[in-house]
């Protein structure tokens, strides 16, 4: 999978798969400094992904500044060919004044024992 750098931060291409949808988002910061993968609400209701009322609710912060989110268990997330199934991820707004889709978190990247190349900019 290719990394592209916008702004020099680096982004990536994610596919969600629930309940027989999948969901493709490109604009996907990929984060090794956050611990858990987090997405926009806006885009997961696409897929159906929406807040229930047994749902856990959670306040983090970032450098971002705090958002309060919700947790979704998703039946499988993908970067090019790492896939990681029943992955629980955090579900929120993303309004930090600039264009992102989600982020990629450590959560994801030691379940699918992904590679960071940034020399040749890739995940694999």
Same mark, same amino acid.
């Given at each position: 999978?290719?990394?592209? #750098?916008?702004?020099? #931060?680096? +982004?990536?291409?994610?596919?969600? !798969? ?6 493709? &988002?490109?604009?996907?910061?990929? $984060?090794?400094? !956050?611990?858990? !993968?987090?997405?926009?609400? =806006?885009? &997961?209701?696409?897929? =159906? ?7 856990? &609710? ?26 990681? $199934? ?8 993303l309004d930090y004044g +600039?264009?992102?889709?989600?982020? &990629?978190?450590? $959560?994801?990247l030691l379940q699918a024992k992904a ?10």
């Amino acid at each position: 999978m290719k990394i592209h #750098l916008r702004d020099g #931060l680096p +982004f990536v291409t994610v596919t969600l !798969s629930q309940q027989g949808r999948q969901l493709t &988002l490109r604009h996907v910061l990929l $984060d090794t400094g !956050s611990a858990g !993968s987090l997405f926009s609400a =806006d885009e &997961l209701l696409k897929i =159906d992904v929406r807040l229930e009322p047994n749902d856990p &609710l959670r306040r983090i912060r970032g450098v971002g500044g705090a958002e309060f989110v919700f947790i979704k268990s998703i039946e499988s997330l993908a970067v090019g060919k790492r896939r990681v $199934d029943h992955l629980a991820v955090e579900v929120g707004a993303l309004d930090y004044g +600039f264009a992102i889709e989600g982020i &990629l978190g450590m $959560d994801f990247l030691l379940q699918a024992k992904a590679k960071i190349n940034l020399a040749k900019l890739t995940l694999t």
